[in-house]
């Protein structure tokens, strides 16, 4: 097999790339990345006006063309939608990336079912629903990857009143696994992220009070990574850039841990 030279395993330029929960946080950072590296990105997000100026901020910053498609991850017809819009769009989908989630907490004594089945319907149904509609496509390619953000706590729980939670993500990471199975024949990698505390608006939220953690819950928290910071997003966009390129070639069916060392201590 030919080696690539270095800078040509992480130019993107020609492909295409759908990233969903594309308008903030994490999301966003991995979009930024894959714009710089050329290629041709549609975020995606149920956040229509951040969405589109983000979208439009993207463009004027690199000149290239980056498409905006208002999409619910848990909704099968918006998802259907998203890839046949990127397809019409750019003509491929070859790097599909369910960053999609959400991370409200409640005890699980008085945790509403509606409560436990809207978690694990954009959580899991969402990522469930991102790779197969991706998959056809490259199906019939012949190629893709696929990367979908999980969490550390799909491994190990992070902190009580995340329970819905963690049982998505965990779902996550084993459907990673079984999917990468049924992918590989294909030439199609199947691969997951476990951030550890990322800096993003979401978390934000989580620490301006109700509905979720505690100043105190923060601090502990914060307290708990033996790198003592939380990440940036573009430390995750970094990884994500990293599994999308030749550079992981022979990888499937993997999870990267990138938390600061929280999984360790
Ligand atoms: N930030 C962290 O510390 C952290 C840690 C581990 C894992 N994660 C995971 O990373 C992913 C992104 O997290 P983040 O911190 O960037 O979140 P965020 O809240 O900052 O951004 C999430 C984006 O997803 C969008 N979104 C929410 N529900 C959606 C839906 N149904 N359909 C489409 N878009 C939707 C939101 O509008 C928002 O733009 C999530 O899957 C989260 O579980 C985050």
Redesign the pocket.
């Given at each position: 097999m030919s080696q690539k030279k270095i800078a040509d395993l992480f130019n993107f330029t020609g492909k295409t790339v759908v990233v969903?929960?594309?308008?903030?946080?994490?999301?966003?950072?991995i979009a930024r990345r894959f714009v710089e590296a050329g290629a041709n990105v549609v975020i995606?997000?149920?956040?229509e006006g951040?969405?589109i100026a983000k979208t439009e901020a993207l463009e004027s910053e690199f000149g290239t063309k980056t498409l905006f498609v208002k999409?619910?991850?848990?909704?099968e017809e918006?998802v259907k939608a998203l890839v046949e819009k990127t397809r019409e769009t750019f003509g491929s989908l070859d790097v599909m990336i369910n960053?999609?989630?959400?991370?409200p907490t409640s005890p699980v004594l008085t945790m509403e079912v509606g409560f436990w089945d809207k978690v694990q319907?954009?959580?899991g149904r969402?990522v469930f629903l991102g790779c197969r509609e991706a998959a056809k496509v490259m199906v019939e390619q012949g190629s893709g990857a696929i990367i979908n953000?999980?969490?550390?706590?799909a491994l190990h729980p992070s902190m009580v009143g995340l329970a819905a939670?963690d049982n998505s993500?965990h779902g996550v990471w084993g459907f990673t696994k079984n999917l990468a199975l049924e992918l590989a024949p294909h030439k199609i990698r199947v691969n997951a992220i476990?951030?550890?505390?990322?800096?993003?608006?979401?978390?934000?939220?989580m620490s301006s009070g109700a509905p979720s953690m505690t100043d105190e819950q923060m601090k502990a928290f914060l307290s708990a990574i033996p790198m003592g910071r939380?990440?940036e997003?573009d430390e995750?966009a970094t990884v994500a850039l990293f599994l999308a390129s030749d550079a992981a070639n022979y990888m499937t069916g993997s999870i990267v841990v990138a938390d600061g060392g929280s999984l360790i201590a």
């Open positions: 969903t929960g594309g308008a903030n946080g994490i999301g966003y950072g995606s997000d149920i956040n951040v969405g999409t619910d991850v848990s909704s918006d960053n999609a989630g959400i991370f319907a954009v959580n969402g953000i999980a969490s550390i706590d939670y993500k476990a951030p550890g505390g990322v800096a993003t608006e979401g978390v934000a939220a939380y990440a997003p995750m």
